[in-house]
């Protein structure tokens, strides 16, 4: 199974962008499902959490403005990004967790700027 992430691109301040992250074939034993970050010369940073049963979870950065949620059925998640800032530029990943393997999108590229 791969993770397929889009979405991304050039965003204003104040603006808007929705990532989505899809699956090409259904996932067992899912335990949690999250975004990452990862902008130039810094570590990958945790952005987003969704459990399987559906809690969520964000770091004091982005909470308030992000939101992770998922489509089962279409074997998507998604992360609904307002408000930006410029400090939100970064390549965006995608992780699905399991009980025995961890997958990774390949990354999408959000560039905030006026």
């Known amino acids: 199974v791969q993770l397929q992430a889009s979405g991304g691109g050039l965003g204003q301040p104040g603006g808007s962008l929705r990532l989505s992250c899809a699956a090409s074939?259904?996932?067992?034993?899912?335990?949690?499902l999250a975004w990452y970050r990862q902008a130039p010369g810094k570590q990958r940073e945790w952005v987003a959490t969704?459990?399987?049963?559906?809690?969520?979870n964000y770091p004091d950065s982005v909470r308030g403005r992000f939101t992770i949620s998922r489509d089962i059925a279409r074997n998507t998640l998604y992360l609904q990004m307002n408000s930006l800032k410029p400090e939100d530029t970064a390549v965006y990943y995608c992780?699905?967790?399991?009980?025995?393997?961890?997958?990774w999108g390949q990354g999408t590229q959000v560039t905030v700027s006026s």
């Open positions: 992780n699905v967790a399991t009980q025995i393997k961890n997958y």
């Open positions: 074939g259904r996932i067992h034993s899912i335990f949690s």
């Open positions: 969704i459990t399987a049963g559906g809690r969520t």
